[in-house]
């Protein structure tokens, strides 16, 4: 019987309320806080060990489906129908415990740093740049957050804002240096741990991504070099865990691209699977071929220090 996770009390973040949009008045009536969103508690386990596979679907063309055209099936649609209502989850920043319910004095702007103070204020072109909020800082980091729509929008410099920011970094530069070799008219499904992003290329062309990634957390990490998807399926569910892992794509033995229905900031991570949000997996699934190469590099950063 799967047990309905506990909230911690020693948590030292949580969820806030939904902040209004760009350009709404102050004092105004804000947004009802959804009854679900990315980190609230799912009726089924998401973080699943690497899954045992049986040893005929590890290579040869039975690894591809059956055969080497089933590496090019059709998305199937929702994989799992009765889960529908977790698909697309609202994404919530984080927001300091005392400054919870507060999101409704919009504009108002914390006083609390962020874990990703300092590489907000890098990215923002902050002066100082000291791991310090100021009120300068907080609005700028409020004014990021409008822009991009992310909610509450109070300042925090919290995984979510930075996020996004890394992810408009990489759009722009989604393989600085080249670490992520280059196959002519070919598909290498490229893994940055260190930046937690994924994309795919074509040659020298982007046709996927870039997209936020999960990896493994510590004691589960996600293995490095160069791999090939051997195993794909729409519908798979965890041999260990009975918990469900839409769109996955195996690579490197139980180790699989998979969507996930809660938060892809949650840490500190997977136990080896790369996890991308739900919709994410569904565009990687109709991008990818079985045997198209996986190379995954670099090294997962540690999680930040969350204090109150």
């Not at 009802?32 to 799912?42: A, G, M, T, V, W």
């Not at 990687?284 to 190469?293: F, N």
Request: charged share 25%; net charge positive.
């Amino acid at each position: 019987m799967l047990r309905r996770p506990k909230r911690s009390r020693a948590l030292a973040l949580c969820v806030g309320l939904l902040a209004l949009g760009a350009g709404a008045p102050a004092g105004a009536e804000p947004d009802p806080e959804p009854s679900l969103h990315s980190r609230s508690p799912l009726p089924f386990p998401e973080n699943t060990p690497d899954q045992w596979i049986p040893p005929w679907f590890t290579a040869g063309p039975a690894a591809l489906g059956g055969s080497r055209a089933a590496g090019r099936q059709r998305s199937p649609g929702d994989p799992f129908p009765q889960y529908g209502k977790y698909r697309d989850l609202r994404e919530l920043e984080l927001v300091p415990a005392r400054d919870q319910g507060k999101a409704r004095l919009f504009p108002y702007c914390t006083g609390a740093a962020g874990p990703y103070q300092k590489e907000l204020e890098r990215h923002l072109k902050l002066r100082p740049v000291d791991g310090k909020q100021s009120p300068a800082d907080c609005k700028a980091i409020q004014k990021f957050q409008l822009r991009n729509r992310i909610a509450p929008q109070m300042g925090y410099a919290g995984p979510h804002t930075w996020g996004t920011a890394k992810l408009l970094h990489a759009r722009k530069y989604p393989n600085p240096g080249g670490k992520c070799p280059v196959r002519a008219g070919r598909r290498v499904a490229c893994v940055d741990l260190s930046r937690q992003l994924m994309w795919v290329q074509l040659g020298r062309k982007v046709v996927f991504g870039p997209a936020t990634i999960r990896s493994g957390k510590p004691g589960y990490r996600t293995r490095t070099g160069m791999f090939a998807v051997y195993l794909r399926r729409a519908e798979f569910t965890s041999t260990l865990y009975d918990a469900p892992m839409p769109y996955a794509q195996f690579f490197s033995g139980g180790q699989a691209f998979h969507g996930r229905y809660r938060t892809v900031y949650y840490e500190p991570g997977s136990h080896g699977c790369v996890n991308l949000s739900y919709r994410d997996a569904e565009r990687l699934w109709k991008t990818l071929r079985g045997g198209d190469a996986v190379y995954v590099f670099g090294s997962k950063p540690p999680p930040p220090r969350i204090t109150r």
